[in-house]
C-alpha cells in the first residue's frame, strides 16, 4: 500500500512511521516543522526517518489548500492516517487561530483529497479532550461529548463531525482515535511527563497543578502505534441497522475509538515513579486547576479490544523508565 502519514515529523506520526520501515509499504510523511516545540527534536525524528528506503517526506503545511490537493492528486494514496495537528490544550488559549488553521482548515483539506481521490480508509487523531467536562467515568465512545472546555478539544470534537459527514455523503471510511495522554521517548517537550523531567535534573520546582488531585489515563507511544497499524485493514463499514445509542457508530461507513491504558494514575504517583528512575527527588510548587484542564481521564478501551482484539498494556513504571533511559542518552545526562 501506499500510505500518508501526516504529522510525520511529530511524536506518534514518526514512531508510527518507525514501526513500518521493514514493510513492503510505500509511506510518504508530510509536515510543516512548525516552532511550537524544539524544532531540533523534530529533525532528529525526521533524520532517523530518512534512513528508510521506504519513506519519502515533504514538508508542507495542512492549511495550505492548493498543496495537499496536488499531493493527493500525484500520489494516489491507498490509506492516509491523519496524524498532524496543533497540539497543546493550554496553547489554544494564547494562540487560538493556529488550531483553526491546521486543525479545521488542515482537516478539510484532508477530507477533501480523500473525496477527490478516493482511499481504502482515513484513521486521524482525535482526542481525550473530547470528552471535556463529562463526570461519567470512565469515558466511553458511546458518551455525548458536547461540552468541550478547551478549543482544542472543540477542533477535535469538529474532525469527528466532520468526517462523518464525509462518510455519509462520500463512503469515505474514517476512523477516528482518541489518543489518551501519550508519552514516551523522543516526546513532546510541552507534556507534562517531559518538562517535569527537565525541570527535577535542572533543580528547578515544578508546578503541580489542582493541588496534584489529578488523574491520567497515560499511554505509552508504542501501544499507540500498534493499535493504528492494527486497525488499518478494518476499515469500518456502513451498517443499515444502527440505532441513536450507538453514537460511536454510524449508518455511514464511520467509527471512533479510544485507545488508553485504561489505568488512571494520581499525578502524585507518576511524579514518585518519574522520580524514582531520575533518582531525584522532585521540588514541587502546588497550584490551583488551570483553565482548560480537567481533573480525570479515563478511557473505556473495550471497543478496541472486541473489534481488533488489542489494549495497551505497558505499565507507566515501563514506559516511564525507557523515557528517562532515552532522555539521559540523548541529553548526555
Not at 517526506?57 to 490537493?69: G, P, Q, T, Y
Not at 514516551?184 to 517531559?194: E, V, W
Not at 504517583?269 to 481521564?297: C, R, S, W, Y
Request: charged letters at 25%; aromatic letters at 12%; proline letters at 5%.
Amino acid at each position: 500500500m501506499k500510505i500518508l502519514v501526516t504529522g510525520a515529523a511529530g511524536f506518534i506520526g514518526s514512531r508510527l512511521i518507525q514501526f513500518f520501515s521493514n514493510s513492503d509499504n510505500l509511506i510518504v510523511g508530510i509536515d510543516n516543522i512548525n516552532d511550537y516545540y524544539d524544532v531540533s527534536l523534530k529533525l532528529e525524528r525526521l533524520s532517523m526517518l530518512n534512513k528508510m528506503k521506504n519513506f519519502r517526506f515533504f514538508k508542507m503545511d495542512l492549511a495550505d489548500k492548493e498543496a495537499i490537493s496536488a499531493l493527493f492528486l500525484e500520489e494516489k494514496f491507498d490509506v492516509v492516517i491523519h496524524l498532524g495537528a496543533q497540539a497543546g490544550v493550554r496553547y489554544s488559549i494564547e494562540n487560538p487561530y493556529a488550531y483553526i488553521d491546521s486543525n479545521i482548515i488542515g482537516m478539510m483539506n484532508i477530507l477533501e483529497g480523500c473525496r477527490s481521490n478516493p482511499v481504502e480508509h482515513l484513521i486521524y487523531a482525535s482526542s481525550s479532550s473530547v470528552y471535556g467536562g463529562n463526570k461519567k467515568i470512565p469515558f466511553s465512545t458511546n458518551d455525548n461529548v458536547d461540552h468541550p472546555v478547551s478549543l482544542y478539544a472543540a477542533t477535535k470534537k469538529s474532525n469527528e463531525l466532520m468526517a462523518h459527514t464525509y462518510s455519509n455523503l462520500y463512503k469515505i471510511p474514517t476512523t477516528g482515535l482518541r489518543f489518551f495522554t501519550v508519552y514516551g521517548p523522543m516526546g513532546r517537550p510541552d507534556m507534562a511527563y517531559f518538562s517535569f523531567t527537565n525541570k527535577i535534573v535542572q533543580n528547578e520546582p515544578i508546578d503541580v497543578f489542582n493541588n496534584g488531585d489529578m488523574m491520567r489515563d497515560f499511554t505509552y507511544v508504542d501501544d499507540i502505534v500498534q493499535g493504528i497499524i492494527r486497525l488499518i485493514d478494518k476499515p469500518p463499514i456502513e451498517n443499515p441497522n444502527w440505532s441513536e445509542d450507538q453514537i460511536s457508530t454510524s449508518w455511514a461507513p464511520y467509527r471512533i475509538y479510544n485507545i488508553g491504558n485504561n489505568q488512571p494514575i494520581r499525578l502524585l504517583e507518576f511524579i514518585e515513579i518519574l522520580e524514582k528512575h531520575l533518582g531525584i527527588v522532585a521540588k514541587k510548587n502546588f497550584k490551583p486547576m488551570q483553565l482548560g484542564d480537567v481533573q480525570k481521564t479515563f478511557a473505556d478501551v473495550s471497543d478496541l479490544e472486541r473489534d481488533i482484539g488489542f489494549k495497551p498494556t505497558t505499565s507507566l513504571d515501563e514506559g516511564l523508565k525507557k523515557f528517562v533511559h532515552w532522555y539521559k542518552s540523548y541529553y548526555k545526562i
